[in-house]
């Protein structure tokens, strides 16, 4: 029998025997073919090895991958590629080690091929380094592991230490950057520094300062938002800025163009804020041309003409409208919102349909709306429209107090509202009071009132308050008058009280309006005095405060105390009204 000659691989004892049952011997079994090769009945020998080419002398022989066209060792630097023995272009490899899928193993493919993982030839300026030979640590093994998951990665960028120096290089890099990750390489030194609670002590983020442009300003226009404020912007010249080409930037407010001195004309430095946001950084005032004029904001809205106001201390400029078409779909919301006239089934979907279609200019055109209209719009049917054209109704018999609320009068919530209904119960009597006869009302100071009063005195304000009549919403308030007799008056109880106790006084007092103190100073409008009074008592006859006793304090209540001045009657200097 002819010996079975074995590859240099089939080294062991099973391949030998599973070499031998391949071979023309068909019919044995392992058990008898093993009896037969241990007998020395057959004969099986091996060749000699094929001679290998030897390995440069300079590439250690620690070697963890190897094929015909490459070479990886390790170093205590990292990892070298060599191009393998008789290999004619070292630059080659390298190239591919950048461009080719992600493993070691798959170098060699991509050079017999010829072709990089994107389909690409192989372009030997891709990667420029030493010659022949590239140094890379674990991480760079790393990024071509994620690279050949389709994430795109950039070894280099590792290499060259981008954080450092290249601020002025990342416009030239095929992608956006905003900043770069500074970490130790060695992935021993990361063991031995560790991380805190939070990061890792061997990383550290270096953000680039955001890339700036020099541009024109060509126009500045107000743009009015839905909660009437004015805000201006600044439209300039096309600029390439992080990656997009950028037209316009806000200017906030007249505090901002002012301070800054931004004029229509001006040459101005913009950028990005946070890599997203354009804003103006400065004014090159020595670019700026002949005639250019400081801006200011217009005197009156832009969208529906109503004068602007600018309160004070704010540095917001608002559109004082009722019915300004900017702020519709706003004021309406809260119109129809739970606290205001708590029309349920008209939300801001609802709302929204029916401005677009141009159904809804001001709120009193929802008191108009119909059943057959609202089916007919986008997700209504017949008995939603139902019901929301009943909601709409039952708002008309609100108290004045909701409607009040609804209006969207600054500084005028459902707390407000409340107290201003009960004190003047009608529309009409709150359209006519004074600041004098408002700022009596507990909890409505100065600038409240003005306020009220700018807002009513606005032509739209008092058209909308009309329209609504006329829809036959509640002009009036529908709660129990409340006697606010006391309204501004502060009182201090002190000594024994025999008549009630200090608590119920104390509640007497807010009932009417009033607010009680702990302690007497020259704003306090009244002591009231039981037995045993001390220091208060001592205190308010120096200041000249008028001290009550308990019978004068009921009598006040009354409204029969007879230093009352309308009673006719002079009773000294204890008048709740003086």
Known sequence: MEPILLRASEESKNQRLDAFLASSLDGLTRSQATRLIESGEVAVTLPEPEPVEAVPQDIPLDVVYEDADVIVVNKPSGMVVHPAPGHPDGTLV???????????????????????????????????????ILLYDPLLDIALEVSSMGIRVDPDALRR????????????????????????????DREILGSTSKVPRWAIAYKYPPEEKETRVTDIVVQVGRTGVLTPKAVFEPVHLAGTTVTNATLHNQDFIDEKDIRVGDAIVVRKAGEIIPEVVRVLKDKRPDGTQPYRLP?????????????????????????????????????????????????????????????VRKASDLYSLDVQTLAQ????????????????????????????????IRQIGTKAARVLAQRFGSMDALMNATVEELTAVDDIGEITAQFLQRWFADGQSRDLIESLKNAGVNMTSTEAPQD???????FVLTGSLTRFTRDEAEALIADHGGKAAGSVSKKTSYVVAGEAAGSKLRKAQELGVPVLTEDEFLALLGGKAEDDPENGESGGQLGLFS
């Open 377 to 408: 719009l986008d997700r209504m049917g017949l008995k939603s429209a139902q019901n929301a054209v009943a909601a709409i109704d039952r708002s008309k018999q609100n108290d004045l107090s909701k409607l009040l609320c609804a209006l969207g």
């Open 484 to 490: 606010l007799r006391f309204a501004g008056k502060t």
């Open 94 to 132: 390298n190239a591919l080690l950048y461009h080719c899928a992600g493993t070691l193993s798959g170098i060699g493919g991509a050079l017999r091929s010829g072709q990089m993982h994107d389909g690409r030839a192989p372009d030997y300026d891709d990667w420029s380094l030493n010659g022949d």
């Open 299 to 359: 005197d009156r809205c832009p969208v529906c003409g109503v004068p602007v106001y600018r309160a004070e201390g704010e540095s917001a400029t608002r559109c004082t409208g009722a019915e300004c078409p900017a702020q519709l779909l706003r004021n309406l919301t809260h119109f129809t919102s739970r606290e205001a006239m708590d029309i349920d089934g008209v939300g801001p979907a609802l709302l929204e349909q029916l401005v677009n279609a141009g159904l």
């Open 161 to 188: 230490q981008l954080a450092i120096r290249g601020c002025e290089e990342r416009a030239e890099l095929p992608y956006d950057m905003d900043g770069a990750v500074v970490k130790l390489n060695s992935l021993t």
